[in-house]
C-alpha cells in the first residue's frame, strides 16, 4: 500500500476531530416564558363534578350518529386537509433534503472518447497517428466539513419547519372539524325553527278558520277576519327563508365533507333534534391550553426555525471547509483500464471565506434577526388570541346555559297563554286581540328558544375547540385524507 502524502497525513487527522468537537454558532431556541395566571378569568371554583377537557373526540359525546359520520368523511376527504397534508409532506422532503447536507456527496461518472486531432495542430502525422482514444471512471467525493454549525443549523431550522407543518395541519383538523360540528349544529336549529314556524302557523290557521265562522255567523267583521289572515301571512312568510337557510347549511356541509354541494340533501333534509348539551367542562389552566392549542405549537416551531437560520448566516462569517476526494482510472486502452499503473486519485481540501464580503453577510444575519423578532412577537400574540378565545367561549358558553332556562319558561308560558286566550276568545271572554297578541308572543319565544339553543350547542363546540381538547391531535392516514376508495 502506497504512503499518504503529507497533506493528507498532517492535515486530515485534524480536520476530522476538529469536525467532531465543532460547535454550532448562533443562538439556541428557548420556548419564550410569558406570564399565565394560574386560572382563566371566567372560571369558577373547582367543581369535583366537573368533567376535564376530554383527550377523545369531542363530538361523540353529543350522541348523534349522523355528526360522527359527518366529522369522519370531513377528516378524510376535505380538500383543505389534502392540501395541508401535501404541505406537510413537502416540509418533510426538505427535511430529508437537509439532512442529507451532513453526509459526503459521492457520485461515480465514467466516459469513453474517441478524438482526432486536425493537422495542423499535429502537423507531420499521419491520419492514423492523430487518432486517439481515451477512457476514464471514477468515484468522487465531497463533504463540507460543519466546524461551525451551517449544516446543522440548516438541518435543525427545516426539523422545525416540519414540526410547524404538522402543528398547522393539526390546527386545521381542528378548524375542519369546528365547521362541521358549527354547520351541523346550525342546520338542525334551522330546522327546529322552520318546525316551529309551521307548527305555529298551524295554530293561527285554525284561529283564522274560528274567525272565519264567526264572521259567517254574523258575530264577527271583516277586520278581524284581515288581521288574523294578516298575522298567518306573516308567519308563513318565515318559512321561505328558513327553507332556504338549511338547503345552505346542507349545502356547506355536503362541499366541507368533500362531495357536491347536492350529496347530502337526501341524507339531511329529514329534521332532526338538535344534539344533546354535554356536561360542564373544567377549562384547566392557562398552562394547559398552551400544551394542547396545535396553533401555538406551529407559532412556536416556527420561531425555533427562524430562530437557528440565524445560525445559518452567522456561520457565513467563518471560513466554509470542503474535504474532496477521487478515485479512478485512465487508460488510452480499455484493455488496462483497471490495471495497476492506470489509477488515479486526488485528495483536496477547499476553504471558502466571504470574509470581502463581510456587510453582506452581516445584512443576512440582521435579516435573520428581525425575522426571529418577528415570529417571538406572533407567537405572543397566538397565545394571546388563544387566551382570549378560551375566555370568550368560557364566558359565552355559561351565560348561553342562563339563557336557555330563561327561554324555556318563556316559551312554555307564551303556549300556555295562546292557549287560554284561544279558550276565552271561544267562550266569548276576550276578543280576538288577545288571541293573535298571545299567539305573536308565542311564535316569538319558540323562535328565540330554538335560537338559543342553537347557541348553545355551538357555543360547547366552540369552548372545545378553544382548549384544543377532544380534537384529533395526529396525522391523519393518508388513506383518509387522499380521497374515496
Given at each position: ?50 368533567l376535564?377537557?376530554?383527550?377523545e ?5 353529543f ?38 447536507d ?20 499535429a502537423p ?28 446543522r ?118 329534521a ?30 416556527r420561531l ?6 440565524i ?58 434577526d ?26 359565552r ?6 339563557q ?8 312554555e ?45 355551538a ?27
Amino acid at each position: 500500500m502506497r504512503n499518504r502524502s503529507p497533506l493528507a497525513r498532517s492535515a486530515l487527522p485534524s480536520l476530522l476531530a476538529l469536525a467532531l468537537a465543532a460547535c454550532a454558532v448562533g443562538p439556541d431556541h428557548v420556548r419564550p416564558e410569558l406570564p399565565l395566571g394560574e386560572t382563566f378569568g371566567a372560571s369558577t371554583a373547582p367543581d369535583p363534578s366537573a368533567l376535564p377537557a376530554p383527550d377523545e373526540a369531542f363530538w361523540e359525546a353529543f350522541g348523534d350518529a349522523q355528526l360522527d359520520a359527518l366529522v369522519a368523511e370531513a377528516l378524510r376527504a376535505n380538500h383543505d386537509l389534502r392540501i395541508a397534508l401535501a404541505n406537510y409532506d413537502r416540509a418533510n422532503a426538505l427535511l430529508r433534503g437537509a439532512r442529507f447536507d451532513r453526509f459526503p456527496t459521492v457520485t461515480a461518472s465514467a466516459e469513453a472518447a474517441s478524438s482526432r486531432a486536425s493537422a495542423d495542430q499535429a502537423p507531420n502525422r499521419s491520419r492514423a497517428d492523430r487518432d486517439g482514444d481515451d477512457f476514464s471512471a471514477g468515484i468522487a467525493a465531497s463533504w463540507e466539513l460543519d466546524l461551525f454549525g451551517r449544516v446543522r443549523r440548516g438541518v435543525e431550522a427545516a426539523r422545525a419547519d416540519a414540526a410547524a407543518g404538522a402543528a398547522d395541519l393539526a390546527a386545521l383538523q381542528v378548524a375542519i372539524v369546528g365547521e362541521v360540528v358549527d354547520g351541523y349544529v346550525a342546520l338542525r336549529g334551522a330546522q327546529e325553527r322552520l318546525r316551529v314556524a309551521e307548527a305555529n302557523a298551524g295554530n293561527q290557521r285554525e284561529t283564522l278558520r274560528l274567525v272565519d265562522a264567526r264572521f259567517e255567523a254574523g258575530r264577527g267583521t271583516g277586520f278581524d277576519t284581515a288581521r288574523a289572515r294578516a298575522q298567518l301571512e306573516s308567519t308563513l312568510a318565515r318559512v321561505p327563508a328558513l327553507q332556504a337557510e338549511v338547503s345552505a347549511h346542507i349545502h356547506r356541509l355536503s362541499v366541507l365533507t368533500g362531495r357536491g354541494p347536492d350529496a347530502l340533501i337526501d341524507a339531511l333534509r329529514p329534521a332532526a333534534p338538535l344534539p344533546a348539551l354535554p356536561q360542564r367542562l373544567d377549562a384547566g389552566t392557562p398552562g394547559d391550553l398552551l400544551r394542547r392549542r396545535p396553533d401555538i405549537a406551529a407559532a412556536e416551531q416556527r420561531l425555533h426555525a427562524a430562530t437557528a437560520r440565524i445560525g445559518v448566516a452567522s456561520a457565513d462569517l467563518f471560513p466554509r471547509f470542503t474535504l474532496g476526494g477521487l478515485i479512478g482510472t485512465q487508460a488510452i486502452d480499455s484493455s488496462v483500464l483497471f490495471e495497476r499503473d492506470s489509477e488515479t486519485r486526488l485528495v483536496a481540501l477547499g476553504i471558502d471565506w466571504s470574509f470581502l464580503d463581510i456587510g453582506r453577510v452581516r445584512a443576512r444575519i440582521a435579516a435573520a434577526d428581525a425575522e426571529a423578532a418577528g415570529e417571538l412577537a406572533r407567537y405572543e400574540q397566538t397565545v394571546l388570541l388563544a387566551l382570549e378565545d378560551t375566555e370568550n367561549a368560557l364566558v359565552r358558553y355559561a351565560r348561553s346555559r342562563e339563557q336557555d332556562a330563561h327561554l324555556a319558561a318563556a316559551a312554555e308560558d307564551s303556549a300556555r297563554a295562546a292557549q287560554l286566550a284561544r279558550t276565552r276568545f271561544e267562550a266569548g271572554a276576550a276578543d280576538l286581540f288577545e288571541v293573535l297578541d298571545a299567539e305573536r308572543t308565542r311564535l316569538q319565544a319558540e323562535d328565540a328558544l330554538a335560537e338559543a339553543r342553537t347557541r348553545s350547542v355551538a357555543g360547547a363546540a366552540a369552548l372545545y375547540r378553544a382548549l384544543a381538547g377532544g380534537w384529533p391531535q395526529r396525522l391523519p392516514a393518508r388513506e383518509r385524507v387522499a380521497g374515496r376508495e
